[in-house]
C-alpha cells in the first residue's frame, strides 16, 4: 500500500507538497478499493462493465424507473449513484453516465499562485437517466451484480433457443416455454464457480439440447428432464473453468419441483 513516510517533518522542518504527492495518495485508496472489488467481482473483472457493489435496484416497471441508491464499480473505480425516479422518453432507456461537479463549499474554486482561479475538488458519481441504448458507457439494464449477489431474470416466453452466459450468478425464470428448445452456453467474460438456475415447466415430449462452442466439455452430473405437466424442471448449470486439457467445462444436474 502506498503512504507518505511523514518522519522527516518536524516542528522546525516542513516537507514541501508536490502533485506527484497528491497523486500518491489518490492512488493508496485507489488501489485498496481496486483490490476489494476484484476480490467481490471475480477473476473475470471487464474494465468496461459496471458492477453492483450494493444498491441500484429498479422497483418501478416498463418505462418508469425508481431506482434507489447504491455505488457500482467502473475502470477501477468506485463511484456512487444517487436515487432516482424518472420516465423515460419514447424510444430511449436507462443509461449510466459518469458525472463530475465540484465542491464549492469553502473547496472551490482554488486560487493558484499564478493568480488564476480552478476547480480542483471533483465529485464523480455515476448518473442513470433516460437516454439512447448504446449511446453512453452502459445501458442500466446491463449493470452487473458482484458475486455476492444474484442477477433474477424472468424469460415471459423462452425462445427455441437461448443463450446462457457465466459472468456473474444468475436465476432465470421462464414463464412458457417450447416442447423444444436449445440452451447455448456462452464463455465470455466468465467467472469460475459462477452458477446459472433455470426453471420452467412444460408438456410432454420435450427435448433439451446444451451447446457449448467446438471443445467444450457438458457434464451431466445427476438428473433428468421430466415432461409431465405437472412438473418443473430445476436446472443448475456449473462453469468449473478450464478443464485439464485447456477447454471450457460446465457441469450441470437436473431436479424437478
Known sequence: MRKIDTSYVTDTVAMPVKSGSIDHLQLSYQEALQSLANV????????????????CVNSGSGSNYVISAGAVYYYGEV???DATTFTAASGQTAVANVVITYNNTNADPVTFTDGNNHNVHQIRKMVIS????GSTIADFSNFLQTRIDLAQVVVPSMPSNYTVTFDQDRSIYVASAPNSFTINLDFTNANPGAVVRMKW??????????????????INDSGNLASAASNRNILYLLYCGKNENGKDEVSYTIKQA
Open 201 to 218: 415447466t412444460f408438456g410432454a415430449g420435450l427435448t433439451v439440447a446444451i451447446n457449448g462452442p467446438v471443445g467444450t466439455t457438458i
Open 130 to 133: 433516460s437516454g439512447v441504448s
Open 40 to 55: 467481490l467481482v471475480g477473476p473475470g473483472i471487464v474494465n468496461s462493465n459496471v458492477y453492483i457493489l450494493f444498491g
Open 79 to 81: 463511484f456512487l449513484v
